[in-house]
């Protein structure tokens, strides 16, 4: 199987289920990442002998029809075309220069079914945000502790009948993360284990419920004279002390 195949593959699995009504006509997301992947090659310039230098800001055009289908979807289509583009670079041995974005944009003058990329490399400085994914939105933790619970004195307010009104918490504290169990009915659980209080990793998955939070960080690119973006680092904890 060729790495076009395992490219595709992987967001043909993460576009079931839920997703897969979303999609019976129109733009794919497979299309999208054959399109990243082509331009990824395209773009791709021999700066060195060791080094190959490929774009890391991606805007994807599409259809008014295709944008509304696609942006139903928020973070986690982003989230693994991100992750998808950064593993084709990675076997093709390609550099970037900054974190991957990759943007979705509506362009009237497309027909629907049709897309097309927009790249260029992006170099600026970087700051680390943590952030919670909670069905669907995206929290940034700017606070040192975080409560989350189905009570409207909460900070995150989940519907989640299984939840207690204060449930956990989440302690920040620039550099690393702590989830903590505040003594709830039902419990809490990190990665599938019980827990009352541990250290998060990036991706760990905190079930509180029915609810799955998931904890991401990620990098803010600032450059110098342009309007701010954010990048998903993946796996990258941030910055050391």
């Known amino acids: 199987m060729g790495i076009l195949d395992n490219f595709e593959k992987g967001l043909e699995r993460a576009v079931n289920g839920a997703f897969a009504k979303t999609f ?46 696609m942006s139903g979807l928020g973070a986690t289509l982003i989230d693994e075309l991100t992750q998808l583009v950064k593993k084709h670079a990675a076997e093709q041995r390609y550099q970037f220069t900054g974190g991957v974005s990759i943007t979705l944009s509506e362009d009237r003058s497309l027909s629907e079914g049709m897309s097309q990329i927009d790249s260029s490399t992006f170099k600026g400085d970087v700051s680390w945000t943590p952030v919670l994914d909670i069905s669907g939105k995206r929290y940034p933790l700017t606070k040192s502790r975080t409560v989350i619970g189905r009570g409207s004195d909460a900070d995150i307010t989940v519907d989640d009948s299984g939840t207690s009104r204060r449930h956990v918490e989440i302690i920040w504290d620039g550099a690393r993360a702590q989830v903590k169990d505040l003594g709830s009915t039902n419990g809490s659980q990190l990665n599938g284990s019980p827990v009352s209080q541990a250290i998060l990793e990036p991706e760990s998955v905190v079930t509180i419920g029915r609810t799955r939070i998931v904890f991401r960080v990620l990098a803010q690119g600032q450059p110098t004279g342009d309007a701010h973006e954010r990048h998903d680092m993946g796996g990258f904890w941030g910055p050391s002390k």
């Not at 082509?38 to 295709?66: C, G, Q, Y």
């Open 24 to 69: 019976r006509s129109g733009l794919q997301p497979v299309e999208i990442t054959s399109a990243l992947r082509r331009e990824l090659d395209t773009k791709a310039a021999v700066v060195a002998r060791d080094r190959i230098l490929a774009p890391n800001r991606f805007t994807v055009r599409m259809s008014h029809a295709d944008y509304l289908r």
